[in-house]
């Protein structure tokens, strides 16, 4: 099943069948952790009366994030509605219908919080290197910034910020995110330049060499 066929089934249930009972069979399989597949996989079951509906109650439940909203149709599968003497078939039907469609917002809501929780992953995605020490020196007021030239180098101009008249707390600051890089090598050149400068400080920014070498 691929994506478009599976997005198709959220906005239509009414494409659930056996056929669609062994592709999300095979999708629950190789993607075991996604709750959402187990949650539309149950409604299949249900849908096309599968005996392992019940069986699957277990397993969707594990994986359920909302056990409150899926308490109900729990309920539903374990006792489902019986036709009582003297009843229309339209009403029980009525009532089937509307419990698949409790199931199928469930389901939709779970895949809106996965969506929401994807998208929040990627705006708190670490930036490139060269990227956040542009960020950097873009918000360092104190740092002055080098008139661009035709060919502009971020790294190069991060470089030429650790120049004097740079505070010890700024030139501090870039090594560190020199750190977090992995460029070890001109966060200690940093520091070695930082020692010199303020000797009070030395045997501080020794301890930081110490710790990189």
Known sequence: MNIDRFYAILKNPALLNKSSVEEL?????????????????????????????????????????????????????????????????????????KDKAALLSLLRERMKTFKAQKEDKIANKPLPKNELIERFLAEQPSISRPGRSDFYDPQQEAIESTKEGVSDLVTETLANIYIQQGLLQKAIAIFEKLILKYPKKSSYFAARIEELS
């Open 25 to 97: 069979c095979s999708m629950v399989e190789a993607y075991p952790y996604a709750s959402n597949l187990h949650l539309l996989y149950l409604l299949n079951l249900v849908d096309v009366k599968d005996h392992k509906s019940k069986e699957y109650l277990l397993t969707a439940t594990l994986y359920a994030g909302d056990r409150a909203k899926l308490k109900y149709w729990v309920d539903y599968v374990k006792n489902p509605p019986v036709l009582a003497k003297g009843a229309h078939v339209a009403t029980v039907s009525s009532r089937v219908e």
